[in-house]
């Protein structure tokens, strides 16, 4: 049977895509890494590639930190596919990603709120992937978090997962897991900006007492927006579906290492992505002292000075975010500061 020329167009943009995904893979660049691990960001409707990137430092710890350095628990190394969200300058809602390597479950929770719909990952990855065929520090097989974790948030969320694979790209297969149909939905508040707006949006969630993040971006047609999170599950998930998972990683010494609800802060990111907005300042506000990983993603994403609440480490992970601050405040590169109005300090 003949194709239709639909589907013929569509494998051949597919093609050039998963072309360019080994291409920007295999790049020179500065930092010579064990292992690459790239994606390209692309929406099939249209035919466009969105963006692409390679897993890297940000730009500010060139040249000050080694590859190496701990930034309070969390590597200094941005995932491909959250600088693929932070290059993204169209919306990113109903969009498809292509990485070389099973994704991790903290960039499965962004590129799910980011509203990335259908996910395909090269046939390598699971062979011979660096990642997906080795084991944490705590000697869990990673296999695992993509199988157990992973895979679950994206079937949940009504994401589909595919593998690619032959000489360019030809081999597509879509039945990794049967995913729920659902819209996909930003669960971050997004309201035009205005300076009562915003005042009304703070005094709101200071009200309600949940940790959240705030952030002033811009979007299309020069027009600025109010964009706020709370700490929340990628669309599909709750707390029992939550439970099931975890129950997985029962033999695991402390459980589950990763967190499954998104912080407040990565979700402020994915909803920049999702609607196509790029943070207009180079600062946010979280209630709430973020993990090590979240401070050195929204570095990434170009935040210089973050707004808190307080300076007191109330748990382990606040602890390293608390020396992770401290560490990048001596290196002049980002400020933590104790804010009291948020909205003069989001405005400035
Ligand atoms: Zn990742």
Request: aromatic share 8%.
């Amino acid at each position: 049977m003949a194709l239709s020329e639909d589907i013929k167009k569509k494998l051949q943009f597919l093609s050039t895509v998963y072309q360019q995904l080994q291409d920007v893979k295999n790049a020179p660049t500065l930092l010579d890494y064990k292992y690459n691990i790239a994606a390209v960001l692309f929406n099939e409707g249209t035919q466009v590639v969105i963006s692409a990137a390679r897993n890297d430092l940000p730009e500010s710890f060139n040249g000050v930190f080694p590859p190496t350095e701990e930034i309070g628990d969390s590597g200094t190394t941005i995932h491909a596919e959250i600088l693929c969200l932070d290059g993204a300058k169209a919306l990113v809602e109903g969009a498809s990603i292509m990485v070389t390597d099973p994704l991790c479950p903290n960039c499965m929770k962004s590129v799910i709120a980011a509203g990335v719909k259908k996910i395909y990952i090269t046939e390598d990855g699971f062979t011979q992937g660096n990642w997906y065929n080795s084991a944490d520090e705590n000697g869990v097989e990673r296999q695992r978090y993509f199988d157990d974790v992973s895979l679950k948030l994206a079937a949940y969320a009504g994401v589909q997962v595919c593998k690619i694979g032959g000489k360019g790209g030809e081999d597509v297969s879509c039945d990794i897991i049967q995913p729920q149909e659902k819209p996909p939905m930003s669960k971050a508040r997004v309201e035009e900006y205005d300076a009562g707006t915003l005042s009304a949006m703070v005094c709101n969630a200071q009200d309600r007492g949940r940790p959240y993040a705030v952030a002033i971006a811009n979007g299309p047609k020069q027009r600025r927006y109010i964009v706020m999170a709370s700490e929340s599950y990628v669309p599909g998930m709750s707390d029992e579906k939550a439970q099931n998972i975890r129950e997985h990683f029962k033999d695991v010494p402390g459980g589950l290492r990763y967190r499954l609800k998104v912080d407040a802060l990565s979700s402020i990111l994915s909803a920049c992505a999702y609607f196509g907005f790029s943070l207009s300042g180079e600062q946010v506000y979280i209630s709430e002292i973020p993990t090590s990983r979240c401070i050195v993603n929204a570095i990434g994403a170009g935040v210089k000075h973050f707004g808190l609440a307080h300076k007191e480490a109330l748990s382990q992970k606040s602890k390293y975010a608390l020396d992770a601050f401290y560490k990048l405040e001596t290196h002049g590169i980002v400020k933590a500061s104790v804010i009291n109005d948020i909205p003069a300090f989001l405005e400035n």
